[in-house]
T-cell receptor, first 115, second 112 residues
Framework: NAGVMQNPRHLVRRRGQEARLRCSPM?????VYWYRQLPEEGLKFMVY????????ESGMPKERFSAEFPKEGPSILRIQQVVRGDSAAYFC?????????????FGQGTRLTVV | AQSVTQPDIHITVSEGASLELRCNYS??????LFWYVQSPGQGLQLLLK??????LVQGIKGFEAEFKRSQSSFNLRKPSVHWSDAAEYFC??????????FGAGTQVVVTP
């Protein structure tokens, strides 16, 4: 059973470009969470999704950021018109359906660098 | 509102010595608590978790943690550290949705 897969592992974008980060949850997992880790800081919750639904996006910046988890395929975190301050590690985690308080498994992260 | 505090940003410990990392939480009900470890450039690995029951929780890599409701604490301990334990450690709490709120982390340096 493969773990949570994130790609790419490293992404370099110029200011103003778009960044797309992908997350394939563990097999059988239908809950996906995105977190952001800014340099020298802890992880901050961004968004919680289930298949085709955004459950909680209270941690998402109001502009330029969006997330989806379609019926088929990976979850996507999309950042439009990136700025230097978006440079961070973005982690995805997944957990199985049915239980609200259970272990979330993390991917290796995507390290975004905006130049 | 729930919150997690890790008072120590940085700890240096000698190899073979004991280690204790502090974690304090604020939560209105029974918390669900976790300790994760992050090696440089890597993702997070779960060390242990507390949901209910026995307040002394055993985890992987020889770590344990004790939940103390009276002190709102969930401190992580290891009797004898190894050089490979050098990493950053995060305490986290989860709400009813399962999303995690992390502490700021404690960087552990292990000296020979």
């Amino acid at each position: 059973n493969a773990g949570v897969m994130q790609n790419p592992r490293h992404l370099v974008r110029r200011r103003g470009q778009e960044a797309r980060l992908r997350c394939s949850p563990m097999k059988g997992h239908s809950h996906v969470y995105w977190y952001r880790q800014l340099p020298e800081e802890g992880l901050k919750f961004m968004v919680y999704l289930q298949k085709e639904n955004i459950i909680d996006e209270s941690g998402m910046p109001k502009e330029r950021f969006s997330a989806e988890f379609p019926k088929e395929g990976p979850s996507i975190l999309r950042i439009q018109q990136v700025v230097r301050g978006d440079s961070a590690a973005y982690f995805c985690a997944s957990s199985p359906p049915g239980k609200s308080n259970t272990e979330a498994f993390f991917g290796q992260g995507t390290r975004l660098t905006v130049v | 509102a729930q919150s997690v505090t890790q008072p120590d940003i940085h700890i240096t410990v000698s190899e073979g010595a004991s280690l204790e990392l502090r974690c304090n939480y604020s939560y209105g009900a029974t918390p669900y608590l976790f300790w994760y470890v992050q090696s440089p450039g890597q993702g997070l690995q779960l060390l242990l978790k507390y949901f209910s029951g026995d307040t002394l929780v055993q985890g992987i890599k020889g770590f344990e943690a004790e939940f103390k409701r009276s002190q709102s604490s969930f401190n992580l301990r290891k009797p004898s550290v190894h050089w490979s334990d050098a990493a950053e450690y995060f305490c986290a709490i989860t709400d009813s949705w399962g999303k995690l709120q992390f502490g700021a982390g404690t960087q552990v340096v292990v000296t020979p």
